[in-house]
């Protein structure tokens, strides 16, 4: 297993979550990391990723609530959420990646972690 990420739950809306992606060292050093997500009957969405000279990006309704980051020294990345809303309801995945025609690419998956919002 290459991604293994963890941290997903159930949290009331307002809340916050931090979703952890253990990566190996290889994959780390060499790709990009990114979460994506996906809610029920909906296409899988990029959430957030890095990319080339430290820019960061994310999707226009996470942005001011989700932060990604890493931690260089654990091979791991982090997607910490704050201010959930309902709409924020999915299965998370980390995945690794390549910016191909100036455009985010996963190579590699993690399995899902699930996030539920909800009172």
């Known amino acids: 297993v290459q991604l293994q990420a963890s941290g997903g739950g159930l949290v009331q809306p307002g809340g916050s979550l931090r979703l952890s992606c253990a990566a190996s060292?290889?994959?780390?050093?060499?790709?990009?990391m990114a979460w994506y997500r996906q809610s029920p009957g909906k296409e899988r969405d990029l959430v957030a990723h890095f990319s080339s000279f430290g820019d960061i990006h994310y999707r226009d309704s996470v942005k001011g609530r989700f932060t990604i980051s890493r931690d260089n020294a654990k091979n791991t990345v982090y997607l910490q959420m704050n201010g959930l809303i309902p709409e924020d309801t999915a299965v998370y995945y980390c995945?690794?990646?390549?910016?191909?025609?100036?455009?985010?690419?996963?190579?590699?998956w993690g399995q899902g972690t699930q996030v539920t919002v909800s009172s």
């Open positions: 995945t690794a990646g390549r910016i191909r025609s100036g455009t985010y690419s996963p190579d590699y």
């Open positions: 060292k290889t994959i780390f050093t060499f790709y990009y």
